[in-house]
DNA sequence: TATGGGGCTTCCAGTCACGGGAAGGTCAAG
DNA sequence: CTTGACCTTCCCGTGACTGGAAGCCCCATA
């Protein structure tokens, strides 16, 4: 399989591909005319991959993912810690999200949004006021 | 004022401070020896500018907020269609946020999290079964 | 056989919003 | 006069790619 084809069927673009090669995630083999051999295993952990990815976790993390999937001697423990320390940075993250949703949704739903300049928005950013830490 | 104190009383890094000049959002005066030498308005800015950016602005909509804010001639509306475009930015990514946790928090539920190999996780992920786009 | 167009390769630069750290000038206190 | 805290500029690194240039390679068609 040549890059386009593995692009197309794992769901990523070809640069990333390529990247993920580069950074040691895949080993493809390569033709004798310099081009990825790619195999079915490494489609199958490109995919893989973009999965993990899409879940949120950090190129490290799928790394770390892979080598357990790899690793047939491995604890399911040492999977879930993983997953779980991650959903609670997703956690976090959509807690400071909604953190600056209230706070900016109040600002928004104060303002007159006319032609006029008066603008609680801008006030509420230039004093601090109800305004986050 | 020198920079150390800006820092201090706007609640940013020095080295956020001097890129920020860099980038023309604010402009300190320069003392005899090369320090830059802030004025209150300076500081008035960074904090502004710090708190703008703790509610998930780029930088480039703190440059259109920052305009907006000396323009006395301002429209409300057009403060506020920056806010509300900002305003679904956020929502858009809490919702990204949340399906990963519905989906990534349905695995680690499933996985025995012990010292045998078998994962749900491992095998969702490579699976692509109830997993993300 | 020439040529055209697509695919493949590498390498370099840019993204965003800074942070780290080196090399060196400046200032106030002891 | 020295020390140490401050200030300056400059350059590199971050994460996870993306875009683009320059240059092979391969196949089909005229």
């Known amino acids: 399989m040549n890059i386009k084809e593995v692009a197309t069927r794992a769901g990523l673009p070809a640069k990333t591909i390529r990247y993920y090669e580069e950074i040691g995630l895949i080993r493809p083999l390569r033709a ?37 999937y790899e690793d047939q001697s491995r604890a399911s423990a040492d999977v879930k810690a993983l997953a779980q320390s991650h959903l609670e940075q997703i956690a976090a993250k959509i807690e400071e999200l909604k953190a600056m949703q209230a706070t900016l949704s109040e600002l928004v739903s104060a303002c007159a949004g006319d032609h006029r300049p008066d603008c609680p928005i801008l006030t509420g950013l230039a004093s601090g006021k109800d305004c986050c830490a």
Do not use: P, Q, V
């Not at 490494?42 to 892979?66: P, Q, V, Y």
């Open 32 to 68: 004798a005319n310099g081009y990825r051999a790619f195999r079915e295993s490494d489609l199958h952990k490109l995919a893989f991959l973009g999965r993990a990815r899409s879940l949120g976790f950090t190129i490290e993390e799928c790394r770390a993912l892979m080598a357990l």
